[in-house]
């Protein structure tokens, strides 16, 4: 019996990148072409749409202000409605996710066209990471970590 090798050529679909800020987390996947049928779970994809946990993400981000900060890498790259965006984001709270997904969208439009799109994120400071995190809980504090223990007033 003769081992049959199968050699497919996998064509990629999608650019991958993870954004992260504090605790949240931010997967993103970069369609530049979008097929015909296309769905996330049920959900149907078109040209130019960005889908958060199966959420468009004006209705996952609501508000005029977070529209603007998910979509400033997209403008400052000339890339609106080139692409289609699936994110998938967990952790944290509403402002780390959101920082997650814009740091996400710039590391994959990074990768995407490198040339192209590198040197103007960067110099904007998108495909810097946000390094501030949660201070640890410090022994001998009365619970959280800068707080000191109540002194008896007797």
Do not use: C, H
Request: no cysteine; net charge positive; glycine share 10%.
């Amino acid at each position: 019996m003769a081992a049959v090798k199968k050699t497919t050529e996998a064509k990629k679909e999608y650019t991958f990148a993870v954004g992260r800020r504090r605790e949240a987390v931010a997967r993103v996947r970069l369609y530049e072409f979008v097929k015909d049928g296309l769905t996330w779970e049920d959900l149907p994809i078109k040209k130019g749409d960005i889908l958060v946990n199966k959420k468009a993400i004006s209705e996952y981000f609501g508000g005029e202000v977070n529209r603007f900060r998910y979509t400033e890498p997209l403008r400052v790259a000339n890339a609106q409605n080139k692409y289609t965006i699936t994110i998938s984001v967990a952790g944290g709270g509403p402002s780390g996710q959101l920082d997650a997904v814009v740091a996400g969208i710039s590391n994959a439009l990074a990768k995407a066209d490198a040339e192209n799109f590198r040197p103007i994120l960067k110099e904007k400071g998108f495909l810097t990471r946000d390094a501030r995190i949660r201070e640890r809980r410090m022994v001998g504090t009365g619970g959280k970590s800068r707080r000191k223990k109540q002194s008896p007033k007797r």
